[in-house]
């Protein structure tokens, strides 16, 4: 190991203290000769008298001035002087013709997982260290996250923020505080002549998703979502293109490989309203790459949660990837627009960001988050090559597991490092292998077979060669009060020195990025969530307050009849929207504090700072 030399060793001045030096630099400013003599000490008193007020005074000015500039500011764009500062669409102006917007979201990914992944990749790949993201070019300001009930957002909330353009609290489906539903960008799309697309790597169920086409009270009704996705919605059918996972939602509970409550096939009734329903590999390519495709299109393509990348690489003859599914949609999209005065709108998700985080596994992240960045890429190129005008704006609804680039495993001082190349060695995902170890374990009862199982499996699928019979025990346990993947995770984390807060969200800021600024003129900056959403219905001239209002004239529909509705709860104001939550549910102040703070631990055994199942 090369020692630790100092990067920047301290200059040394002439003979004197850091108090010469401030006289030096005194006498720089005021053109005096520094001079340690008291010979005009009267002059000297006055001079410094003066010289402070005249310190003072300026100071305040300064800040008067920085206040007044901020604001200014935070009205007009920045680069001003080469716009008009009345125009908030900045130098490109807002296109007035057919357009197309496409929107992505990176489920959970905040500042720190591009950090990493940045020099994860110089690392593999052997770049030099000025090599970045196609993300980190395309940067153009920050979003603020909180709901409006919680400092710290949930997906179901931080998403209703982009489709209504409006806060709602932890939970909520574009559905408001008082229960009614709001209008989104996708529905107003589509009212407006739009086609519209939706593309995923988790259920398309699932709270992100699910916000631009439905309208729940609770994220968890996804049978509900899933009805409405396909057009049980009280404006009819709104998505013209899904892809993604969350097929359980869509299959009856008679079948194999269904998690609705009921017996209803969404799949048969989908295809009933039109929809060309496509279910694996062979159905994707059959798409052409969308030169092959026709809309409406259903396309679920994994039961649950399509497999993490560092784990779908290796069944790609299974499972399309985020890039394959986004240019396909892309290019379905345009042609089906082809020929019409209306472009389209389509919010693509790099949803398992989120559930690395979630997992605190930092190898299955990486490989996210490159994933993600190869399909921005391919929307970049899309909007190059076409000859409609579009924007590309990606955001993150918030940041998952507190995630830091760096760990002190010790009560010594750490040292300053961490270090991608665990990350590389690692071949799969902790879900993967925790799966592999439960199969295992199912069959093989004998102690000996399980250990060199895990020894094994460490190896070959996380590239850990070192684990201590601790650790190795630990996994065996079948009395754990969470999940082993959390162990093998935070075996990994540990080793590359990668530190996590929490296996829920975070607070923190995210990023926003843009094919341009030029394009996207009013995101520069620090934004609230909400002024996303508001972008996206502005840039395509959308009235997202009309669909709201024609929702609200909605309050007593009733989809399908054979859906089970208890004819006793029809008259409930907005029944579709599911039952509404608790009375306790409905903060609107921030979340109250619940001295829960002691460190989780087993049994002091372990302590990996694990927390419960998300
Ligand atoms: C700026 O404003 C003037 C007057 O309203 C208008 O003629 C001009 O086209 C504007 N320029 C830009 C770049 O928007
Ligand atoms: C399947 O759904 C039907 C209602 O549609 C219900 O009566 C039945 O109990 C469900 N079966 C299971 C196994 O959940
Ligand atoms: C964009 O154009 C280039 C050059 O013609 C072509 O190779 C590429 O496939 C096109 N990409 C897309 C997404 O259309
Ligand atoms: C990665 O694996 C290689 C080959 O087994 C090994 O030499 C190297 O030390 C490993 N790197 C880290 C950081 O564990
Ligand atoms: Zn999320
Ligand atoms: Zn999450």
Redesign the pocket.
Known sequence: MARDEPLLAPRLSSENSSLRNDEEEDALLTGEHTSRTHQRRGWAFWREVGLFTWALLATIAVIVLAVVFQNEASRSPPDSDHSNATQPWGPGEKPTGKRNLIFMVSDGMGPTSLTLTRSFRQFTEGLPIDDTLVLDQHIIGTSRTRSSSSLVTDSAAGATAFSCGLKSYNGAISVLPDHSPCGTVLEAAALAGYKTGLVVTTRITDATPACFASHVNLRQYEDRIAEQEIGEHPLGSVVDLIMGGGRCHFLPNSTDGSCRGDDRDLVDIAKKNGFHYVDDRKGFDGLGGGSDAKLPLLGLFAEKDIPYEIDRRTQDDVYPSLEEMT?TALKTLSQATADSDQGFFIMIEGSRIDHAGHGNDPAAQVHEVLAYDKAFA?VL??LE?DSTPGVLVSTSDHETGGLASARQLHDEYPEYKWLPGVLANASHSSEYVNQELRNFMAVEKKKHKQKKFVTKLLEDGLGITDATDEEVETLLRQDLPYSHQYVFADIISRRAQIGWSTHGHSGVDVNIYASSTKDAWSLVGNNENTDVGGFLADYLDLNVDEVTKQLRESEGWTWDSKAGVESTSIDQPFHWLGDPLGEDLRTEGLDTYHHEFKKRSVDGELDCGCGEMH
């Open positions: 240019r391919a190129e899309f090559n």
